[in-house]
């Protein structure tokens, strides 16, 4: 069994991307439940797509729908900030993303499954990349 944190890019996607994107995220995930692995989304990721959405039945939609997909939402803690603020422009990735590696690191996610570049050059947690043909 293997943990996977969904990156907001990635969230994004399967919820307002193309009919073709979103079915090849929701068969990808599909298949790494069914082998028995465990999704995480962290609390800066479902956030940040709450916060923009207008409408409060879609955005009780999302949370139930991610709550159900996720085997928990991964907290902030006071004592990663620190941490984030040094690796930030060390790794050369946005501080966003930054925290979002450190709370994935501090829960012991083995990939981030991601459709961006941003996590690429980084080597603390392996990243699984998925590209879509419109791209």
């Known amino acids: 069994m293997k943990k996977y944190l969904l990156t907001e890019s990635l969230l994004r996607e399967l919820l307002y991307g193309t009919k073709e994107n979103k ?3 929701s068969n990808k995930l599909e298949s790494l439940i069914q082998k028995n ?6 609390f800066l990721t479902l956030n940040q797509i709450l916060k923009e959405e207008s409408r ?31 690796l930030s422009s ?19 996610i083995d990939y981030i499954l991601d459709n961006s570049s941003i996590y690429l050059s980084q080597k603390i947690i392996s990243v ?8």
Not at 37 to 42: D, Q
Not at 56 to 66: A, G, Q, T, W
Not at 128 to 135: A, D, T, W
């Open 37 to 42: 692995n465990e999704l995480y989304i962290s």
């Open 90 to 108: 060390e790794l050369s990735i946005p501080y966003e993303n930054t925290m979002e590696l450190i709370i994935a690191q501090k829960a012991e």
């Open 23 to 25: 079915q090849e995220i």
């Open 56 to 86: 409060s039945d879609r955005r009780k939609s999302i949370f139930s729908n991610i709550n159900h997909l996720c085997k928990k939402i991964l907290p902030v803690h006071n004592d990663d900030l620190p941490l984030v603020l040094g």
């Open 128 to 135: 699984i990349n998925l590209v879509f043909k419109g791209k």
